[in-house]
Nanobody, 118 residues
Framework: QVQLVESGGGLVQAGGSLRLSCAASGIIFSFNRMAWYRQVPGKQRELVAHISSGGSTSYADSAKGRFTISRGNAKNTVYLHMNSLKPEDTAVYYC????????????WGQGTQVTVSS
């Protein structure tokens, strides 16, 4: 069974930093793409950043210049380095992997809470 497990969330003051980690288990293929999304209550889940298997990255406007997504040396691991955090970054952050051996699909982690206090 495929599992994506996030870690690294928590409470931080505005202007601080956090690093989120995500590791996948139970799969034999490499994700084509890995990404971080976030969601606040009452709003749709939104894409924060994604990284391709080749290392190309893309960021939401709100994350540009402050967040960095990277893939780890271990297969199917991804990180999100978040700097200069703002209260509006408060959300549940979800790790996402897209790929498959035969049928391509999305896989999701359970989410990790990030709270930025003012």
């Amino acid at each position: 069974q495929v599992q994506l497990v996030e870690s690294g969330g928590g409470l931080v003051q505005a202007g601080g930093s956090l690093r989120l980690s995500c590791a996948a288990s139970g799969i034999i293929f490499s994700f084509n793409r890995m990404a971080w999304y976030r969601q606040v209550p009452g709003k749709q889940r939104e894409l924060v950043a994604h990284i391709s298997s080749g290392g190309s990255t893309s960021y939401a406007d709100s994350a540009k210049g402050r967040f960095t997504i990277s893939r780890g040396n271990a297969k199917n691991t991804v990180y999100l380095h978040m700097n200069s955090l703002k209260p509006e970054d408060t959300a549940v952050y979800y790790c996402n992997g897209f790929g498959g051996s035969y049928n391509l699909r999305d896989y999701w982690g359970q989410g990790t809470q990030v709270t930025v206090s003012s």
